[in-house]
């Protein structure tokens, strides 16, 4: 296994959390990992959760508090889960074309757990993906290798966001459930840049792996007019994502506020990365929170539901995309 943490990181990592201060640990594709302790400098991590869910996003090294602090979840049964998609979609078939993401929780416990290693093995296995590693007093430790980029900005005005939707078995032919998924997630986008009246080029989708399971991803590429005012607009437009929430969007918040029983807190938000003008944002999917006093950790993995699903079988999709965060988190 490559050594991608260095010693140093390490290091400063194990003082912060002694400290039970913020930090953040992030590597981006083809990139060595960084270490963001502070707001100060031309370097800027910042973490919104699902929702702003008790600020618009937390800047590593500010000052800003979370009111409570959050604790580990209890784990989704299956039959709970089951018996709840069997209702969504009977309720979806009503609608016509819609969607709603459900994500359900996967707990255990290792106190011998060492989350740098498990961090170093994860972001192995995913080179392509972003992987990120923060602690927010309160919230805990969150691990994850995300896919998904929800906005990039590159000087001076070139903005990038994709959609990335449909999960199916590495190597797998794709149905028509996964590809009316992405199309909904991908007519979405389209419809917020022609509402906001960008010019964009649209190439996809295609087929882009992730560990032992693919999806599907469409990509948006195009110019920003009056960058300074627009790329955070344009970013608080997209998130939550169709990918992450549903559609319509309004309908699918309520869904799920409705039918999960667990706080998203981190899983769904985004962690973007700043040097100077330029910026990337990814949505926080595949992630684990872990408490390192009690050694508990939550897996949290959804999927999208549409009047086409089979519960048993989005079941087992949530399983595959669990798989590789579980493995790490045994070791």
């Not at 969150?142 to 966001?161: Q, S, Y």
Request: with cysteine; hydrophobic share 40%; glycine share 8%.
């Amino acid at each position: 296994m490559t050594q991608l943490i260095k010693n140093s990181i390490r290091s400063r990592v194990i003082r912060s959390l002694e400290k039970g201060c913020a930090f953040a640990v992030y590597r981006l594709p083809g990139k060595a990992p960084h270490y963001v302790d502070t707001c100060d400098g031309d370097e800027q991590v910042s973490v919104t959760p699902w929702l702003g869910l008790y600020a618009d996003r937390h800047i590593i090294g500010s000052q800003a508090q979370v009111p409570e602090a959050y604790t580990i979840p209890y784990a989704t049964r299956k039959s709970t889960y089951i018996n709840r998609l069997e209702n969504l979609i009977g309720e979806l078939r009503g609608r016509g074309i819609a969607k709603t993401v459900i994500s359900r929780v996967i707990t255990g416990k290792n106190t011998n757990l060492d989350i740098l290693d498990a961090a170093e093995r994860l972001w192995n296995a995913l080179p392509d993906s972003m992987g990120y590693l923060f602690h927010i007093p309160g919230m805990n430790i969150w691990l994850g290798a995300t896919p998904e980029k929800l906005l990039t900005i590159t000087p001076p005005d070139l903005f990038a966001t994709e959609a990335l939707a449909g999960t199916m078995p590495a190597g797998s032919r794709w149905n028509v459930k996964n590809y009316e998924e992405q199309t909904m997630v991908a007519g979405f986008i389209e419809d917020v840049l022609v509402t906001a009246g960008y010019k964009f080029n649209e190439i996809g989708p295609k087929t882009v792996r992730y560990g032992d399971i693919q999806h599907l991803c469409t990509a948006f590429t195009g110019h920003i007019p009056d960058l300074a005012d627009k790329a955070g607009a344009l970013r608080d437009i997209l998130a939550p994502t169709p990918a992450l929430s549903g559609l319509p969007r309004h309908m699918a918040l309520h869904d799920i506020a409705r039918i999960e029983n667990h706080p998203r807190l981190c899983y769904g938000g985004y962690i973007t990365v700043k040097h100077g003008d330029a910026e990337a944002s990814y949505v926080t999917i595949r992630c684990v929170q872990y408490d390192a006093h009690t050694g508990r950790w939550a897996v949290y993995v959804g999927g999208g539901i549409t009047p086409k699903s089979d519960p048993e079988a989005e079941w087992l999709e949530t399983e595959a995309k669990a798989s590789l965060l579980l493995s790490v988190l045994s070791d």
